[in-house]
């Protein structure tokens, strides 16, 4: 004799019954790309339906997606002009826009990238000296806190940069301040979309000197034991899909919240697809759940917005 599995397949409702996992709304992150000035709302060429914005625009933008249910934003500051000392202004950008957005929306988590491949000449997340720019990165984290975001991503690959962070944070009194860290993040191909978006390209070589090297997991979980001893609350793993027995082994290893990153050139690729008609628009909604049934607590993706639409519509097929 032998098993009947497909009894559970016979129609959408008896598959619904067997079905695992479900996707819910407060599992996901929307990354948010804001500019300075007022009025703007950008299209990035490359990611259908997503903008560079000012605050004004996006914060209409969001206010929006809070009613469909959206919790929790990741904010990129793009400045007009390239400068890192802008990136710890208390005037800056990112600092500006966490000020208005908390002070007019209620209940919208806010966390801030911190970075500075947007803000240096050569699009690279370092300014040479590895403890230098931990040194950057912690004056960035306090200024973002001190605006008011309630958790802080360093995406840098620095080292040591969650211990600086963690450390700056303490001695202003913001130890309630959870550190989310880019713990394992590799040197990957899949980020392309969003360097346009951000205007952060390299302008020469990679970032294979400090994003992970691609072929390694169990340097991964080396990175996220570190990053844990030095402070990190939650950490994130970039980018997703070619990346889910990372997410997997992290979530079995270690018990805090694992962020996975669904990156830009996952999105485009995706939206490629339905594009094209060599796919159902249900492929965002397998991907997605895929991510979650490897592991992942939350969801940072680009498809926020069009989970919060339809969610319920896609939840069995
Ligand atoms: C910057 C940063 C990058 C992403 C998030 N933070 C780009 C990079 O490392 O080059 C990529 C996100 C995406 O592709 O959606 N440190």
Do not use: W
Not at 137 to 145: G, N, P
Not at 239 to 260: C, N, Q
Request: charge should be negative; include cysteine; hydrophobic fraction near 40%.
């Amino acid at each position: 004799m032998f098993k009947r599995f497909r009894e559970r397949r016979i129609n959408k409702d008896i598959r619904l019954k067997y079905q695992e996992i479900f996707l819910s709304k407060d599992d996901f992150i929307l990354p948010v790309f804001i500019v300075e000035g007022k009025e703007r709302k950008e299209q990035i060429l490359s990611m259908k339906d997503v903008y560079r914005m000012s605050v004004d625009i996006a914060i209409e933008y969001l206010l929006h997606s809070v009613e469909k249910g959206l919790q929790s934003i990741l904010i990129f500051g793009v400045p007009d002009k390239k400068g890192v000392e802008q990136a710890f202004d208390d005037e800056g950008v990112v600092q500006n826009a966490v000020r208005k957005i908390k002070s007019d929306i209620k209940n919208l988590q806010i966390i801030t990238d911190v970075c500075i491949c947007s803000y240096t000449e050569n699009g690279h997340c370092h300014i040479g000296d590895n403890d230098k720019t931990c040194e950057l990165l912690a004056k960035i984290a306090l200024s973002h806190v001190k605006a008011g975001a309630d958790i802080v991503a360093p995406s840098d690959m620095m080292d040591g940069r969650v211990y600086y962070i963690r450390k700056i944070l303490d001695q202003h009194g913001f130890n309630k301040i959870p550190i989310l860290s880019y713990a394992a993040k590799f040197a990957s191909n899949f980020y392309g979309p969003f360097r346009e978006a951000a205007f952060s390209s390299p302008a020469y070589g990679d970032r294979k000197t400090y994003q992970m090297n691609y072929a390694n997991s169990k340097e991964a979980m080396e990175e996220i034991e570190e990053d844990i001893r030095e402070g990190a609350e939650m950490i994130m793993i970039k980018p997703s899909l070619g990346y889910l027995d990372i997410v997997y082994r992290a979530k079995e290893k270690f018990d805090l919240p694992v962020y996975a990153y669904n990156v830009s050139g996952e999105y485009a690729s995706i939206n490629y697809l339905i594009d094209q008609k060599l796919a159902k628009e249900e492929i965002i909604y397998e991907i997605l759940l895929s991510i979650k049934r490897a592991g992942a607590d939350k969801i940072v993706s680009y498809f926020t917005p069009y989970i919060l639409e339809k969610l319920y519509e896609y939840q069995s097929f």
